[in-house]
């Protein structure tokens, strides 16, 4: 029964730190928790905290010890409501960058737009083909959102909600979901798991046994990845406030071009590595050989509209 005191001791330490989070939760989170947090609690109380009973009772622990006490000011989690505010922005800052479209004279913000576009749209062909062009609104989406999460946290009354493990993780299983849902639908289900086995049949049972592993810790990979280097990075910019005044004044702000650098490298790197798990179960289309550069310069203008308008 060692390794039951082990995970009670865990579950422990993941209490404290989700009640220090709650201390450290912007005001917005504790107004929202306000006016929503005992209708959010009534619904945990009857529905979820049941579930995690059941599940949690296994491993001989509980739901309060795993996240902390049930309660009104915690039942709306600060990560969900940043998460939130994330996607609001993320539509706001198109809509203002926008601007009014002009073909003759763009303004700074639609060609901003415009760049950002081409470069994804690049690395799509690039990185997937000419085909994968039909997945851009999919990938930019993901591209704009992550980068405003990650950039929320250099302001004041934000936290960067991917800086917590429950929004990494959910966009890369939203990742992992988006392609194995095209490897299914353009291969079939048998075509999508015999691309694991690989080509060579006599070596087929050993090799699809990993790469079946492979694939299914993607969406922790993912996740692991893009939530330890904005936890890191938030982590160190508190450190540097609780030095001596002068110094948490100035070390921020001279830290603050690498957040930003973080913020970018890490929004490429969880874009880059879903269109490579696209490429490797999507396949251009063997019909169109003839007029092929054609036809996608005209799909890709087509996918431009979208974000634009």
């Not at 490429?279 to 289309?285: G, N």
Request: with cysteine; proline share 6%; net charge negative.
């Amino acid at each position: 029964m060692f390794w039951f005191a082990e995970a009670a001791e865990g579950a422990h330490q993941a209490a404290e730190h989700a009640e220090e989070a709650e201390h450290q939760a912007p005001i917005i989170v504790q107004f929202v928790n306000q006016y929503f947090g005992q209708y959010a609690l009534d619904f945990e109380l009857k529905y979820t905290k049941p579930i995690w009973d059941k599940v949690l009772g296994y491993f001989g622990s509980t739901p309060e010890a795993a996240f902390g006490p049930y309660t009104a000011e915690n039942a709306i989690p600060w990560y969900t409501v940043m998460f939130f505010i994330a996607c609001i922005l993320s539509v706001i800052i198109i809509w203002i960058l926008k601007g009014k479209l002009s073909e003759s004279e763009p303004g700074h913000g639609q060609q901003t737009l415009e760049v950002s576009v081409l470069a994804v749209r690049s690395m799509i062909e690039d990185v997937i083909g000419p085909h994968g062009l039909k997945y851009f609104p999919v990938v930019m989406t993901f591209a704009v959102l992550i980068l405003v999460s990650n950039l929320m946290g250099l302001f004041p009354l934000f936290m960067s909600p991917t800086s917590a493990t429950s929004v990494t993780f959910a966009l890369g299983l939203a990742s992992f979901l988006y392609y194995n849902y095209i490897g299914i639908s353009e291969n079939g289900l048998f075509g999508h798991l015999k691309h694991l086995a690989g080509p060579i049949w006599w070596i087929a049972p050993l090799i699809f046994p990993i790469e079946l592993i492979s694939n299914l810790i993607r969406p922790f990979s993912l996740g692991i990845r893009l939530f330890g280097n904005l936890f890191a990075d938030e982590k160190v910019l508190e450190t540097l406030a609780g030095l001596h005044p002068w110094q948490s004044w100035f070390a921020p702000i001279l830290l603050m071009p690498l957040s930003v650098f973080v913020a970018l490298i890490q929004t490429f790197v969880f874009i880059l590595l879903s269109q490579l798990y696209i490429s490797e179960v999507s396949h251009a289309p063997h019909a169109h050989v003839h007029g092929e550069h054609d036809t996608d310069d005209f799909e890709g203008d087509e996918y431009i509209a979208p974000v634009l308008t």
